[in-house]
């Protein structure tokens, strides 16, 4: 039974872009092609329609995308019953986190999560934490540990493991040991003051909300995918960085940068795992959301 085809049908049918389907399916665009062909040959019918700008579902495709998701629901459906019925869980689960988050809260819930269920598969997928919920959303994941959006997205569950500031920080000893006074903004000359930004994210919805409270135009210097990159250009003297609490604790480059303590500051962010709520049904995933109490 392949079901990983139907998995990657569906991804596809879901971002219509099959390099965007084939990096959230761990394989190459040329491949996740080759076994779409394969699958439209075994059916006897084109499920997409392709160009050099857009790709598209047929009406065949629309009908095959109701079956895959009906035969994977099924699929999930009946193999947690048999599972609960053999009263010891075998199987698999995939979980994407960054790589902070991996040895920040991700070893301690699989540390004792290990112990209880020893044949269960644990497939760790580490990147940019803001393809963390989409990836949960769009079927390719199980459980995912990111920052909660200011909305949550229907069907998603969300379980918190912790807060984290989000920092403004800048060149010079040390992270550890923020000055004592806090900073207006208006004090800052922001128009000549170089700023290193995410690219995208909540983290950089959250930098350009506060900016725009301000009524200050940030200078963005640069525009950077991950927060360890980040911290990495800011501890080189590039300019002024924003990065959450715990991606600063937990990088080597600490001791070369320091927490501007600008009042009003970031809102923080809330961590935590994220699943579809109709997975919690299913044992292996209820029981992995249950390690956190």
């Known amino acids: 039974m392949d079901i990983q085809i139907l998995k990657q049908f569906v991804q596809l049918s879901s971002s219509l872009h099959f390099g965007r389907a084939s990096e959230l399916s761990l ?7 080759r076994r779409i062909r394969k699958l439209e040959n075994e059916l006897g ?41 053999s009263g010891e869980l075998h199987g698999e689960i995939s979980v994407y986190c960054s790589v902070t988050a991996s040895y920040s809260f991700l070893f301690h819930i699989l540390e004792s999560f290990r112990k209880q269920h020893p044949h269960i598969e ?13 990836r949960v959303i769009s079927g390719q994941e199980d459980i995912a540990i990111a920052a909660r959006p ?27 040991s923020p000055q004592s ?7 800052i000359d922001w128009a000549n003051v170089p700023m290193i930004l995410p690219e995208r994210g909540l983290a950089r919805q959250r930098v350009d ?14 525009q ?3 927060n360890e990159a980040i911290v990495s250009m800011v501890s080189l003297g590039f300019g002024v960085g924003v990065v959450p609490q715990i991606v600063l604790d937990n990088s080597p480059l600490a001791s070369s940068v320091r927490v501007l303590m600008v009042q009003p500051g970031l809102k923080a962010y809330d961590v935590g795992l994220f699943t579809l709520e109709k997975k919690l049904s299913g044992p292996i995933i209820s029981s992995f959301w249950s390690q956190l109490r």
């Open 122 to 134: 644990i497939k760790l997928h580490t990147g940019d934490p803001e393809d963390a919920v989409e």
């Open 45 to 85: 019918v084109s499920l997409f329609e392709r160009n050099n700008r857009s790709v598209t579902l047929t009406h065949a495709g629309k009908l095959f995308l109701a079956y895959s998701r009906d035969a994977l629901a099924e699929w999930e459906e009946i193999r947690n019953t048999l599972m609960q019925q």
């Open 181 to 187: 006074k806090s900073l207006d903004p208006g004090s």
């Open 209 to 222: 909300d506060w900016f725009r409270k301000q009524n200050l135009a940030p200078n963005v210097y640069s």
């Open 27 to 33: 394989v190459s665009p040329s491949a996740l092609s």
């Open 224 to 226: 950077v995918a991950g």
């Open 150 to 176: 200011d909305k949550l997205a229907p069907g998603l569950a969300f379980k918190p493991i912790a807060v984290s500031p989000l920092v403004f920080i800048v060149s010079g000893p040390s992270a550890k």
